[in-house]
């Protein structure tokens, strides 16, 4: 348990197998604009995929967040393709462990740069990604669809400067 009573929360490599229980979950968070699983599946084997899931060590079959990155080898760039968290381990701190992995990576990636779009209506994720640094860039109108909810493109200038060191995390 962590200090707030809350059961811990471990992550692993998405595999495979974890496709089920990912499009549960993306099915129930993005009821609109759920990706197809045949997407996810293509996201999660890709070669510049990173995918994540999070679950607790109590329960391993139980995925309760993932989150992905693209982000090839030495290109530079990485992109946050999705995140999703279960309502029952919101404001855990899942969704900010997540995202600090997907960026440890891009930086091992040679990312020196990370984008994401998230919804104009999604001010709980969009103050977590200032949080850990990402600046507001643009705006794609109506790219949610059919919910024609525009997106706010952020990013983040170097993926380093949001995970923590041991120095900061004391």
Do not use: C
Request: aromatic residues 8%; glycine residues 10%; charged residues 30%.
């Amino acid at each position: 348990m962590s200090a707030s009573g809350h059961p811990e929360y471990r992550l692993r490599r998405a595999v495979v197998e974890d496709v089920p229980a990912i499009m549960e979950l993306e099915r129930t968070t993005f009821v609109t604009d759920a990706w197809s699983e045949r997407s996810m599946r293509s996201e999660v084997t890709g070669e510049h995929g990173y995918y994540l899931v999070a679950f607790e060590p109590s329960a391993p079959e139980r995925i309760d967040g993932y989150a992905g990155l693209l982000a090839p080898r030495g290109g530079g760039e990485g992109d946050i393709q999705t995140i999703a968290v279960a309502p029952h381990a919101r404001r855990r701190g899942v969704g900010r462990t997540l995202m600090l992995a997907l960026l440890a990576e891009a930086r091992d990636r040679g990312a020196r740069e990370v984008f994401l779009e998230v919804r104009a209506d999604n001010p709980g994720a969009q103050a977590l990604y200032r949080e850990l640094g990402f600046e507001e860039i643009g705006v794609r109108p109506k790219y949610y669809e059919p919910d024609g909810v525009d997106a706010v493109v952020m990013r983040l200038g170097d993926p380093a400067t949001a995970i923590p060191t041991p120095e900061t995390t004391a």
